[in-house]
């Protein structure tokens, strides 16, 4: 810990440059600095800022944990070189340095940017050995499918592919990195006689990740080029669930909410309906002010994926909206259960507040207030439509069997190509 005349000195240099870094942030920025929200990279050149003015200022008598923090947020900058600088002078200062998955997973990324593989494998192996739920390993995954593949040990590569295919986290790419997929996936879209099914998963993931990725221009354009994509990809293969999926999620973002609940009815229609699918119309229906049915939509969300962390976390916001903590608390209890959990901090700070709220409240006030949901328990009892469990148990195999047959159609392709 910095001592207190030190995180003073930061605090108040950090309001004068009008910066946001405060005392929680300092906490929370081992995981969350690498995530790669806007928001955090907006901020982190005065972040830098504040960092470099403090070291300045503090002669050589610094926590080892202000370099971690300093290399953390130069990463997120893309400047390599300062955010090298600052994880050496971690790596020479803290004895522990290998207990922390944050600095390691930092250092792999610069080790990885300069082309350093052995030193950036042997960085990301460690990350996994310490930390197996490190919330970036799908990232640590195909970063070493990738060295592996340069490195010919495909057996090690396809290991490590295959485990970030069945990650279902977002996965960020850097800007170069995206642009050089949007050129891949354009350039295989104007191949002749390019199968239906390839051209339509093309589209998809074209579609898919101008939506996600901040890099491809400003969101307006983003958006609308995702969407064309999308409905071009709907074109070319009407049965993917996926798909229309995918279209429901771009029209939420730009307030189409008709289009929006089309697009999902369509992929639950299209025997597809997943948890995701489901997570997204409770969203629509809570935007809309309408509770109960957000609330049944989660409901199904988290009986098909009982560790589906978005949609407990949702739902818990919905009962926290509606007066009634208990049930908030649990739905946050059970998010912060899942590996997929992104904001384990946030939500543990937030239980714990609501718990003090509670103790805080006079015997019986909560339960004598008329409840407006049913209770977590009472709601789970609901009964979840046949249709979607009918549905739903065949998703599994459906899906396989259209993967497989994607895959030798674009393999017999390649291969007529080939000669």
Excluded at 258 to 282: L, N, V
Aim: glycine share 4%; aromatic share 10%.
């Amino acid at each position: 810990m910095l001592c207190k005349s030190v995180q003073t000195e930061l605090k108040v240099e950090c309001r004068k440059r009008r910066g946001r870094v405060c005392g929680t942030t300092f906490s929370n920025l081992k995981y969350s600095c690498l995530v790669g929200f806007g928001r955090l990279f907006r901020q982190s050149a005065r972040a830098v800022s504040c960092y470099d003015a403090i070291i300045l200022k503090a002669e050589g008598k610094v926590e080892p944990e202000m370099f971690c923090q300093l290399g953390h947020f130069n990463l997120l900058l893309e400047d390599y070189p300062k955010a090298l600088s600052a994880y050496q002078r971690y790596y020479s200062l803290q004895p522990d340095y290998w207990k922390n998955a944050a600095f390691l997973y930092g250092l792999g990324m610069v080790y990885f940017h300069y082309s350093a593989f052995q030193w950036s494998i042997k960085a990301f192996q460690e990350v996994l050995y310490i930390d197996p739920t490190f919330s970036k390993a799908k990232e640590i995954h195909l970063r070493l499918g990738v060295m592996f593949k340069v490195n010919t040990d495909y057996e090690s590569s396809l290991k490590h592919f295959q485990l970030a295919l069945i990650d279902s986290t977002l996965c960020t790419l850097s800007k170069a990195e995206s642009k050089a997929a949007k050129e891949a996936y354009e350039r295989l879209l104007q191949t002749e006689d390019l199968p239906a099914q390839v051209k339509a998963t093309t589209l998809q993931q074209l579609g898919w990740m101008h939506h996600t990725a901040e890099q491809l221009g400003d969101k307006g354009t983003k958006d609308s080029y995702a969407i064309q994509c999308l409905q071009k990809s709907i074109e070319a293969d009407p049965d993917s669930g996926q798909s229309w999926y995918f279209l429901g999620r771009c029209y939420s973002s730009i307030g189409k909410v008709q289009d929006a609940f089309i697009s999902y009815r369509q992929s639950i229609d299209k025997s597809e309906a997943s948890a995701d699918t489901w997570c997204s119309i409770g969203v629509l229906y809570q935007q809309q002010n309408q509770p109960m049915d957000a609330l049944q939509a989660y409901i199904c969300a988290v009986q098909l994926d009982h560790s589906h962390a978005a949609a407990w976390m949702d739902l818990g916001t919905l009962y926290e909206s509606c007066g009634q903590p208990h049930d908030a608390i649990k739905c946050y209890i059970n998010a912060t259960r899942s590996k997929s959990c992104l904001n384990m901090a946030a939500l543990t700070q937030r239980i714990k507040l609501l718990q003090a709220q509670l103790c805080n409240l006079q015997p019986g006030s909560v339960q004598n207030k008329s409840k407006m949901l049913p209770s977590i328990e009472e709601a789970w009892s609901l009964p979840i439509p046949a249709e979607l469990t009918s549905r739903q148990g065949a998703l599994n195999t459906a899906q396989t069997q259209q993967e497989e047959r994607t895959f030798q159609k674009f393999k017999i392709w390649h291969q007529h190509r080939s000669f």
